[in-house]
């Protein structure tokens, strides 16, 4: 793991998680258990309706979270439209400690890298079924209500699994913008980190 990425997951790693937030992190967990104790490929699609903010860091905090505890993993983000991967979460990412690169201009392709050991997460804004995500026995991980009240059915999902945040897009251009987008993403990582802790 990247040096000052691994002072941020021991960071989230002590943030509490809270009483509100665990049976809906409970349902997430008994998802993935079951998956491993069938020998079956662990699979997460997180989704939201642009694939710009609170979807992307849940597929990124969530490959980290299962890295840092040796749970193999296949973490995917999608959306119902297609925007692009919004560049103030870039920025929260990069002030984590991951190092990124990117190719494009209106939908840029990023290659999130989280350590030299392994390879670089690809993120861009994309459809949920998007060739580059599973087709079948995945977790449909629905991060929005408006992904989740819109979508009614996900093509290919083994199980649907509301785990919805906030949007820090509300502060976008006023002074808590850096503060509540890091906010978010430290929320994510703390209840990634917690989920897979669990299930080691």
Known sequence: MLSKLQQTITKAQRIEISDERKPILDVFIEYCQQQIDSKKELKLNFICTHNSRRSQLSQVWAKVAASEYGIPLASYSGGVEVTALNERTIASLVRSGFKISSEGNENPHYQITYSIE????????????NE???IDDFAAI???????????FISGASARIPL??????TFDDTPQEIEMYDKRSMQIASEMLYVFKLLN
């Open 118 to 129: 392994a390879s670089p997460i690809l993120a861009f804004s994309k459809l949920y079924d």
């Open 132 to 134: 580059v995500n599973p």
């Open 142 to 152: 629905m991060t929005c209500s408006d992904a989740d009240e819109n979508c009614p």
């Open 164 to 169: 919805r945040y906030e949007d820090p897009k």
